[in-house]
């Protein structure tokens, strides 16, 4: 499987500023995602990040609150623009590869707390 | 929209029991499934995948697949204190190789010695 990075590990934020997440892996990688799991809840995919490209958004998240970038195979970020204490959340990127027989892998998570 | 339905729980089982864990979807066109374990204040870690019909097993760990029924489980063996956490079922979009996965809520599943 990948071995796949994010940082920060957790910060806390004041409202109204941004914050960039950013997720490493060590191999290239065909997709790349974002999601968000807030306390006692499952897994919502926030985008797929594209390299080359804009993300795809799910429904009910935009690209001016959560903008992200994918240069290449092995990088992304995910910025929570603007917050408020209702984006405080741990939000993972995972990756999938067919080398990794379509599986999807999941990074160590970022814990945001909003103020 | 589409569904992942689990129990979810908690379910509790003593250590060396058979743990249950059940998942249903309502997208009859689904092909991959997969279980992942998430230990509090961790990631979701992936234990198992499964593609055909029938059980797939890896060590105490079993997978069943019935597409038919729309219904996709995983069954601990001698399960140990070590396997308290929260399982998540995933089903992959329809006709997709890669990409997109719906979760369910989550099973928490506590072991007791």
Redesign the interface.
């Known amino acids: 499987?990948a071995v796949i990075s994010q940082k920060p590990s957790r910060d806390i934020c004041q409202r109204g500023t941004s914050l960039t997440i950013q997720c490493q892996v060590d191999s290239q990688v065909?997709?790349m995602?974002w999601y968000r799991q807030q306390p006692g809840?499952?897994?919502t995919?926030i985008a797929?990040a594209n390299q080359g490209s804009e993300a795809t958004y799910e429904s009910g998240f935009v690209i001016d609150k959560f903008p992200i970038s994918r240069p290449n195979l092995t990088f992304s970020t995910l910025t929570v623009s603007n917050m408020s204490p209702e984006d405080s959340s741990?939000y993972?990127c995972s990756v999938?590869?067919?080398r990794f027989?379509?599986?999807?892998?999941?990074?160590?998570?970022t814990r945001l707390t909003v103020l | 929209q589409k569904e992942v339905e689990q129990n979810s729980g908690p379910l509790s089982v003593p250590e060396g029991a058979i743990a249950s864990l059940n998942c249903t979807y309502s997208d009859r066109g689904s092909q991959?499934f997969?279980w992942?374990r998430q230990y509090s204040g961790?990631?979701?870690?992936?234990i198992m995948?499964i593609y055909s019909n029938g059980d797939k097993e890896d060590g105490r760990f079993t997978a069943q697949l019935n597409k038919a029924s729309q219904y996709v489980s995983l069954l601990i063996r001698d399960s140990q204190p070590s396997d308290s956490a929260t399982y998540?079922c995933?089903v992959r979009d329809r006709g997709s190789?890669?990409?997109?996965?719906y979760?369910?809520?989550?099973t928490q599943l506590t072991v007791w010695p």
């Open positions: 499987s065909t997709m995602f809840q499952s897994l995919l797929t741990i993972l999938e590869s067919s027989y379509n599986e999807q892998f999941f990074g160590p998570g | 991959s997969f992942y961790k990631s979701p870690e992936l995948s998540l995933a190789t890669l990409g997109r996965l979760f369910g809520r989550g």
